[in-house]
């Protein structure tokens, strides 16, 4: 059964960093798409940051570009991001979503679109507040 573990989420002063990793089990990721979605409170899911299959080629929302970096270790079947400079908007519970894209048309494919993604994990709480 594919399943999606998302962790390192906690409460961290604004300026601090912090690093996600989402683990996956039951399926191996390198068939896979990998994107960072997160949702505050009152607010729609958003597209944060999102990874092609090898990790060649990676996007980011305008709002985290400079402070976010995505990266996966597919030996380890395992994506993190990485989360600098954060900043109280930063605060949301931070999802982990996976789409298998397999052959030469999924080689540079990528989404930060949440419906383009069927499998999700149970999301992580980041605060960032001083």
């Known amino acids: 059964q594919l399943q999606l573990v998302e962790s390192g989420g906690g409460l961290v002063q604004p300026g601090g960093s912090l690093r ?3 683990a996956a089990s ?57 989360m600098n400079s954060l900043k109280p908007e930063d605060t949301a519970v931070y999802y982990c979503a996976a789409v298998r894209r397999i052959g030469l048309s999924g080689v540079l494919w990528m989404s930060l679109s949440q419906h383009d993604y069927p499998n999700w994990g149970q999301g992580t709480q980041v605060t960032v507040s001083a």
């Open 20 to 22: 996600l990793s989402c």
């Open 26 to 82: 039951g399926f191996t990721l390198d068939s896979y798409v990998i994107g960072w979605f997160r949702e505050a409170p009152g607010k729609e899911r958003e597209g944060v940051s999102c990874i092609t299959r090898s990790g060649g080629s990676t996007n980011y929302a305008d709002s985290v570009k400079g402070r976010f970096t995505i990266s996966r270790d597919n030996a380890k079947n395992t994506v993190y991001l990485q």
